[in-house]
């Protein structure tokens, strides 16, 4: 099944300078973000099929805007992150059909690697609703430097009957970041941990 899309948006978020210190480079963060249709709104459905293909092609169509908007190309991201937000009429997996069956493989295809997990958030709320998109890095889950989120919202989504869905892209970790831990120049990508 193909996802209807009403809407499409794309928000990028550039980080200069930090508590009156530069943020050399600056860090940038990007987030695509569809609009759809959710066909088993008010109604359970056993087979959430439908749902879990369309992730595959979400994942693909917002990692690659993502990535555009950063104006990089995909292997120089260093984090990603998934979330989506159900409209009231309907249920939390929905969000989790969407999200996780299909939809990495297509974001780490676009961004030529991904080992680790990719973070993800997902909740029910109305129209207007913020949505937390959380980060972490593509190769290494334990690099704390870029343990962070993302904020979103579109102002007349989710009606009751659609889902917000967004992955987010950064070109870095949280800006000065001094808590320690990995280090992005110590990564092996091996296992998608260190």
């Known amino acids: ?33 569809a609009v759809i249709e959710n066909p088993f709104a008010g109604r ?13 092609t979400l994942g693909q169509l917002l990692a690659e805007r993502a ?21 009231a009429d309907g249920e939390l997996e929905h969000a989790a059909a969407l999200l996780h ?10 961004l030529g690697k991904g080992a680790a997990l990719i973070p993800s958030s997902k909740k029910r709320g109305g129209v207007g609703a913020e949505l937390d998109i959380p980060l972490g890095h593509k190769d290494a889950a334990f690099v704390r430097s870029h343990f962070d989120g993302m904020q979103v919202a579109v102002a007349d989504a989710p009606r009751a009957d659609e889902i917000v ?15 320690g831990g990995l280090t992005k120049d110590q990564i092996k990508g091996e296992d998608g941990l260190r």
């Open 1 to 33: 099944m193909t996802p209807k899309i009403r809407k499409l948006v794309t928000v990028v978020d550039e980080t200069l300078t930090e508590m009156g210190r530069a943020v050399v480079p600056p860090v940038r963060r990007a987030a695509a973000v």
């Open 44 to 56: 359970y459905v056993e087979d959430l099929a439908p749902l879990i293909d369309m992730g595959e």
């Open 67 to 87: 990535v555009a908007a950063l104006g990089v190309p995909g292997d120089v991201c260093e984090s990603y992150g998934k979330a989506a937000l159900v409209g």
């Open 101 to 110: 069956p299909k939809m990495g493989a297509p974001v780490r295809k676009t």
């Open 165 to 179: 869905v967004a992955v987010a892209v950064t070109t870095g970790g949280r800006p000065l970041p001094r808590v």
